[in-house]
């Protein structure tokens, strides 16, 4: 039998504006979760959260995209909604993009990273969650995980991993996927993750036997409603060890804090700080853009952990290498590069400001 992790998040309400998580919504989901796994729908979860953003990763046998664990999932993001109105919180059900459920979550806001294998005799899972930016956020730290030697050493020294890996690239604006391998076709393959706020990737596979590697939640809100109803805040699956980057490999992309869309109003471009749990609380001008990394193995169904491995001295140059990338970043104001361009403020709140002003331009 074939064990599937579930990762399936949403902001349905937060604390002092785009903040925190409330305990109360945590513990409503856990209980849903609880009876889930009595249930023996599930074999096992943790319910955490990143920023406003709540996460319920889940193990069970049932495969990806089944409609009991979705409904389950959305079952609890309407109850955490119930007590985010109730206790009037920021953006109450902000993510919850219908009123019924319709048989997969997905296209219905929260976002969805799953994957099924064959456990190994150990395996390590690293689950990555972030707060105040958009699923290209994973592009860069995914492709130096799995395709750059000079990030992951396992490329060059493990016979296992040396063969590379496929890339399953989505273009969220077009709705076509394309995939591509490494180190064959690097080149191309970068020339589409660039652009971050179109070409994401969705998975990636060993390309000696098709195992997966890692999934990724390419859910874009704004997409979905036509309009800014808050940023998607993405999350990642990512196996490690023995065929796979070690874990160290993994979350060494992280200790460079690159620059992301998202931040203040889903509408500025800043550095992704690495974090542990206890600092995912993005509160400067709502950020900088935060990431944890929970660590676990997977043991039978059963969720061993977490590791929080952003909790690490080691990581403190990081932070502050994003900290002073933020203050540089935060001194341009409301001007690019700062703020996203023109074309990414679509779906922002400026179409209003602009079609105020059209009235009032006239021909040169």
Not at 193 to 211: A, H, Q
Request: proline share 7%; charged share 25%.
């Amino acid at each position: 039998m074939k064990t599937t992790i579930s990762v399936i998040k949403a902001d349905v309400g937060s604390i002092a504006g785009h903040g925190l998580a409330h305990p109360a919504i945590l513990k409503k989901c856990e209980e849903i979760l609880a009876k889930a796994k009595e249930e023996e729908l599930l074999i096992d979860y943790y319910v955490t959260n990143c920023g406003d953003d709540t996460e319920l990763i889940m193990t069970h046998k049932q495969g990806e995209e089944n409609e009991e664990i979705h409904e389950m999932a959305w079952n609890a993001f309407l109850e955490g909604t119930a007590i985010a109105r109730e206790l009037k919180l920021y953006g109450a059900g902000q993510d919850l993009l219908s009123d019924t459920f319709s048989g997969n979550i997905k296209g219905m806001g929260p976002g969805v990273a799953e994957m099924e294998f064959k456990e190994r005799p150990s395996d390590p899972v690293v689950v990555f969650c972030c707060d105040k930016t958009e699923p290209g956020a994973f592009n860069l730290p995914i492709y130096k995980m799995f395709a750059d030697p000079f990030s992951t050493a396992g490329l060059v020294i493990d016979p296992s991993m040396h063969n590379g890996f496929e890339f399953e690239v989505y273009d969220v604006m077009e709705h076509k996927k394309v995939k591509l391998s490494c180190p064959d076709e690097m080149y191309d393959l970068l020339a589409l993750l660039g652009t971050i706020s179109r070409y994401v990737i969705k998975r990636v596979r060993r390309r000696d036997d098709k195992e997966i590697a890692a999934s990724i939640s390419t859910e874009r809100l704004n997409l979905m409603a036509g309009q800014y109803v808050g940023k998607d805040d993405p999350v990642a699956i990512v196996r490690s060890q023995s065929g796979f980057p070690a874990a160290g490999e993994i979350v060494e992309p992280f200790a460079f804090p690159h620059l992301v869309g998202g931040w203040m109003r889903g509408s500025h471009n800043g550095p992704l700080m690495p974090v542990g749990q206890k600092n995912a609380y993005p509160v400067r001008f709502d950020g900088p853009p935060r990431v944890i990394a929970l660590g676990f193995q997977i043991a039978d169904g059963k969720l061993v952990g977490p590791a929080d491995m952003f909790d690490d001295p080691a990581f403190d140059r990081s932070r502050a290498l994003a900290s002073e990338v933020a203050e540089y970043m935060r001194r341009h104001g409301p001007f690019e590069p700062h703020r996203l361009p023109a074309d990414e403020m679509e779906y922002t709140t400026l179409p209003g400001v602009m079609e105020k002003l059209s009235g009032r331009f006239e021909d040169i």
